[in-house]
T-cell receptor
Framework: NAGVTQTPKFRILKIGQSMTLQCAQD?????MYWYRQDPGMGLKLIYY???????DKGEVPNGYNVSRSTTEDFPLRLELAAPSQTSVYFC??????????????FGPGTRLTVL | KNEVEQSPQNLTAQEGEFITINCSYS?????LHWLQQHPGGGIVSLFM???GKKKHGRLIATINIQEKHSSLHITASHPRDSAVYIC????????????FGTGTSLTVIP
């Protein structure tokens, strides 16, 4: 199994540009998550999904959009990139029920710089 | 205020030393997780625990639910243990959402 994969690994964007960060998992996990990690701060949840067709906002959703058309894929869309979106982005997945907890498996991360 | 607090923020140890990293949290939880972030950036799960103690190799994790506190211990530390260690909790009835601490950066010197 490849686990959780993310592309690209690095990207530099100009202010106002848009891009999509790709995330895929091959573990048949129902839950998927997008986080951002800023220096000195804990990971912050941007969006999450509990299954195909179902997404919900996390703690810091502004400036981002997601979709979940399949169990495997959970892309994160940045519209009108701003310097405040410079960060490292992690995708994660887990197999969980609504009231259960489970280990999350993380992708390798995407380092994004907005200039 | 962050629901999860870790201490210390930074830790330098000599190879072979016994290391303790602490985590305190302020919410009722279903489970607590310890994660390791390698210098290259990858994040892996070390432990998930809801009571008592777990051991894996030289790593030991304990939790005291009444005191809302957990510790991660590393015995006979080695330079390859150098990483950021992150504590995260899953609050009650929050599905599988994690609240993360800001991490403890550990450097083990040969």
């Amino acid at each position: 199994n490849a686990g959780v994969t993310q592309t690209p690994k690095f990207r530099i964007l100009k202010i106002g540009q848009s891009m999509t960060l790709q995330c895929a998992q091959d573990m048949n996990h129902n839950y998927m998550y997008w986080y951002r990690q800023d220096p000195g701060m804990g990971l912050k949840l941007i969006y999450y999904s509990v299954g195909a067709g179902i997404t919900d906002k996390g703690e810091v959703p502004n400036g981002y959009n997601v979709s979940r058309s399949t169990t495997e894929d959970f892309p994160l869309r940045l519209e009108l990139a701003a310097p405040s979106q410079t960060s490292v982005y992690f995708c994660a997945s887990s197999y969980s029920g609504q009231y259960s907890t489970d280990t999350q498996y993380f992708g390798p991360g995407t380092r994004l710089t907005v200039l | 205020k962050n629901e999860v607090e870790q201490s210390p923020q930074n830790l330098t140890a000599q190879e072979g030393e016994f290391i303790t990293i602490n985590c305190s949290y302020s919410v009722g939880i279903s489970a607590l997780h310890w994660l390791q972030q390698h210098p290259g950036g990858g994040i892996v799960s070390l432990f998930m625990l809801s009571s008592g103690k777990k051991k894996h190799g030289r790593l030991i994790a304990t939790i005291n639910i009444q005191e809302k506190h957990s510790s991660l211990h590393i015995t006979a530390s080695h330079p390859r243990d150098s990483a950021v260690y992150i504590c995260a909790v899953t609050p009650h009835l929050a599905g599988n959402q994690f609240y993360f601490g800001t991490g403890t950066s550990l450097t083990v010197i040969p």
